[in-house]
C-alpha cells in the first residue's frame, strides 16, 4: 500500500470538499478501495499504486472544472469521475466565454467591438482600449487577464492606475498607504470580486500573484510573465506613459484603457494617451481597439447620458 500527499492551491479545497464534505463523500464512494484524508489544504490518500493514479487523474480534472467555473456540485463531480477525459477537456474548451465568475456566472463579450478585444489580445501583445465610460473596457480586460492566469499563460496580474486627482502625491490623505489608494484602485477590485472568490483573491493577493498599485509605483520595475493593465490610462502624462510601456518584460501582455475626451490632467498638460495613440499606431505587435456610445453595456440611461453631453460639448 502506497501513499501520496496532495495540496490543493488557490483556495479550492472548501469548494472540492462541499458543504459538510458532501462532495468528498461522493469522490469517496467512486475510489472505495482509497483511503482519502483531508486537512487544512491537503489531501492523504493511502491505496495502491494503480488505484491512486486513477484517482489523481480524476482530481485534476475536477481541479480544473473548479478553476474555471469557479464551484462545483456532487451531481458534476459524479459525472466527471464516470465521463470519459477526452470528451470532458473539449467540453472544457467549447465555450465562447472569456471566464466564468463568482457563482459561475459567464463573462464573455456582449459587443463586436468587446470581441474584438478579446481577438486582438490573442494576437498582440499591447493593446489600446478606448472609448466612453460604461463600454466594457476594465471589465473585459481584467476578464482577459484573469483567464490568462488560470490558464497558466502568465504568472501574474497587475493592475495599475494614476492617481491623478491626488497627483500622486498622497501624504494628505488620511490612513495608511492603503487605505490612502483603495478609493483609486476601487473600480479593479470591483472587477476582480465578480470573476474571483473572495478567499481565493485575498490568497493571490497576500502573494503577489494579483497586485494593485498606483501608475508610480511601477518606475523601475521589468513587468516579465505579467498580464497588465494600465487603467485611466488617458490621466497619465508623457512621462509616466513613455515609463509603463518601457516596463514590458518577457511573455507579458500589456492592455491600456481609457477614455482621451475624459482627462483629469491640469490644463495645457497633453494627455500620454492620445500621444501614445499616435506614436505607436503603425508598430507591428500594439493594436488599438476605438469603442463608442454604440458599446455601452450599464443601464440604458448612461448611453442617453453620453449623447447629452456630447451635444453640450460640441457647442
Same mark, same amino acid.
Not at 499504486?49 to 486513477?54: S, T, V
Not at 475536477?62 to 459524479?78: P, W
Not at 477525459?85 to 457563482?103: I, L, N, P, S, T
Given at each position: 500500500m502506497s501513499e501520496r500527499t496532495l495540496e490543493i492551491l488557490g483556495g479550492n479545497i472548501a469548494e472540492l470538499l462541499g458543504h459538510q464534505n458532501e462532495n468528498l463523500k461522493v469522490i469517496r464512494s467512486f475510489f472505495p478501495k482509497i483511503k482519502i484524508v483531508s486537512r487544512g489544504n491537503m489531501l492523504k490518500i493511502l491505496g495502491e499504486?494503480?488505484? @491512486?493514479?486513477?484517482f489523481e487523474r480524476k482530481l485534476n480534472l475536477?481541479?480544473?472544472?473548479?478553476? =474555471?467555473?469557479?464551484?462545483? $456540485?456532487?451531481?458534476?463531480?459524479?459525472?466527471?469521475?464516470v465521463s470519459d477525459? +477526452?470528451?470532458?477537456?473539449?467540453?472544457?474548451?467549447?465555450?465562447?466565454?472569456?471566464?466564468?465568475?463568482?457563482?459561475? =456566472?459567464?463573462i464573455k463579450p456582449r459587443t463586436p467591438n468587446q470581441l474584438k478585444i478579446v481577438e486582438s489580445v490573442k494576437k498582440n501583445d499591447m493593446v489600446f482600449v478606448t472609448g466612453p465610460a460604461g463600454t466594457g473596457k476594465t471589465y473585459i480586460s481584467v476578464a482577459l487577464a484573469v483567464k490568462a @492566469?488560470?490558464? +497558466?499563460?502568465?504568472k501574474r496580474i497587475i493592475l495599475t492606475r494614476p492617481a491623478v486627482e491626488a497627483g500622486e502625491h498622497l501624504g494628505f490623505l488620511p490612513g495608511d498607504m492603503k487605505e490612502k489608494l483603495d478609493p483609486y484602485m476601487q473600480p479593479l477590485y470591483d472587477a476582480l470580486f465578480d470573476m474571483i472568490p473572495s478567499s481565493k483573491l485575498q490568497e493571490y493577493m497576500e502573494r503577489n500573484v494579483i497586485q494593485i498599485a498606483p501608475l508610480a509605483f511601477m518606475r523601475g520595475r521589468t513587468l516579465d510573465h505579467a498580464f497588465v493593465i494600465l487603467?485611466?490610462?488617458? $490621466?497619465?502624462? =508623457?512621462?509616466?506613459?513613455?515609463?509603463? @510601456?518601457?516596463?514590458?518584460?518577457?511573455?507579458?501582455?500589456?492592455?491600456?484603457?481609457?477614455?482621451?475626451?475624459?482627462?483629469?490632467?491640469?490644463? $495645457?498638460? +497633453?494627455?500620454? @494617451?492620445?500621444?501614445?495613440?499616435?506614436?505607436?499606431?503603425?508598430?507591428?505587435?500594439?493594436?488599438?481597439?476605438?469603442?463608442?456610445d454604440h458599446d455601452v453595456? =450599464?443601464?440604458?440611461?448612461?448611453?442617453?447620458?453620453?449623447?447629452?453631453?456630447?451635444?453640450?460639448?460640441? +457647442?
Open positions: 499504486e494503480e488505484n @491512486l493514479d486513477e475536477i481541479l480544473e472544472y473548479i478553476e =474555471r467555473f469557479n464551484s462545483i $456540485n456532487a451531481e458534476t463531480i459524479e459525472k466527471i469521475i477525459e +477526452k470528451e470532458f477537456r473539449k467540453f472544457m474548451q467549447d465555450d465562447e466565454a472569456v471566464v466564468y465568475g463568482v457563482g459561475g =456566472r459567464v @492566469l488560470k490558464n +497558466k499563460e502568465v487603467d485611466e490610462a488617458q $490621466n497619465t502624462t =508623457r512621462g509616466q506613459m513613455k515609463m509603463f @510601456l518601457t516596463r514590458m518584460g518577457m511573455n507579458a501582455k500589456f492592455i491600456i484603457t481609457g477614455d482621451p475626451s475624459q482627462t483629469d490632467l491640469i490644463k $495645457n498638460q +497633453k494627455s500620454g @494617451l492620445k500621444e501614445a495613440l499616435e506614436l505607436l499606431k503603425d508598430i507591428d505587435g500594439v493594436d488599438i481597439i476605438r469603442l463608442s453595456v =450599464r443601464h440604458p440611461l448612461v448611453k442617453k447620458i453620453i449623447d447629452v453631453y456630447k451635444k453640450v460639448e460640441k +457647442k
